[in-house]
């Protein structure tokens, strides 16, 4: 619905800038996400950890994504992100710290974890 674009996945692109050949990037990207959905399929919570980004949590039908402070700050900037921070606190519950162990984010304690 609405005007989403889906754009293929540019692998050529990931490969040279991962300095790795195209093949291993498309065996990478469709291996994690057939084990992704594998999981999903059999019910259980799943975190997808992005190096240097934050951690995608699917839990039930409940899907989040928590950033790591370091990459929010270089996104936006760090006086920008303490502006909106303070205009709306709830941003706080997006931010994850790196050191955190990742099945503490969930309510079950129980998450399969995607490096």
Known sequence: PGSKVLEPMKYAKVAMDASVSRRKVEGCILGVTSLVSQ?????????????????LLIEG??????????????????????????????????????TVPIASLTLSGRVIIFP
């Open 39 to 55: 999981c999903l399929g059999k019910g259980e919570n799943v975190a997808l950890v992005l190096r240097d980004v934050g951690v």
């Open 61 to 98: 039908r409940s899907v989040q994504m928590r950033f790591y402070l370091d990459f929010l700050e270089k996104v936006s900037g760090k006086r920008n992100l303490e502006k909106a921070a303070f205009r709306v606190p709830q941003l706080l519950k997006m931010v994850v710290s790196q």
